[in-house]
């Protein structure tokens, strides 16, 4: 059985183009933002933790893939159901279905890794083994 955790947020008026109908990069932004959420609900410290005891600094984002079904206006409360439906060697792909109440909104995968940056370069980053602790908190 999956993890899915739900994180909800309440649209405001300046979230909305001219149409009143929601702008799609605050899909994004809610998705990254339930990303988040879901890890700390799992029990995984915040990254400015695992930075300093593990040199892990985040998970960003490799790919993003995002389907828009029904639109959403300002006053309405979304819920964003966030799993991890696959993990590989480094990378893992995050599901966010975006619903108000029984309605699907939209749905996004992302491709994330855990990322470091490594001591010979250290103002790059570098994707490491997904840790097995971090898995095993969050499936
Ligand atoms: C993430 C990277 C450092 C990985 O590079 P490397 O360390 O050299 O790793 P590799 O090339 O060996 O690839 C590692 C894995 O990624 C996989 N990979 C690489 N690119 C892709 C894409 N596009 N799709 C799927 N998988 C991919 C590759 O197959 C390897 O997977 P495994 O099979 O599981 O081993 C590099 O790809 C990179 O810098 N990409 C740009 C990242 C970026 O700028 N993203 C957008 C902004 S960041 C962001 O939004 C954010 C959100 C949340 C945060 O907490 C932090 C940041």
Redesign the pocket.
């Known amino acids: 059985m999956t993890k899915t955790v739900v994180y909800e947020v309440e649209v405001m008026f300046g979230d909305c183009d001219p149409a009143g109908i929601v702008f799609f990069p605050n899909f994004s932004k809610w998705m990254?933002a339930s990303?988040?959420n879901f890890f700390k609900q799992c029990g995984v410290p915040p990254?400015r933790e695992t930075k300093k005891t593990r040199g892990i600094?985040?998970?960003?984002?490799?790919?993003i893939h995002t389907k828009f079904m029904r639109p959403a206006t300002y006053g309405e409360r979304l819920q964003i159901h966030t799993s991890v439906t696959e993990w590989?060697?480094?990378?893992f792909i995050h599901r966010h279905v975006v619903k108000r109440g029984d309605d699907v909104l939209c749905e996004g995968t992302e491709?994330?890794?855990f990322?470091i940056h490594p001591p010979e370069a250290p103002d790059?980053?570098?994707?490491?083994?997904?840790p097995e602790d971090i898995k095993a908190l969050c499936s």
């Not at 600094?57 to 790919?63: I, Q």
């Not at 590989?88 to 990378?91: A, F, G, I, L, N």
């Open positions: 990254d990303s988040l990254w600094v985040g998970t960003p984002l490799l790919e590989r060697e480094k990378v491709t994330r890794a990322v790059r980053i570098k994707a490491i083994p997904v």
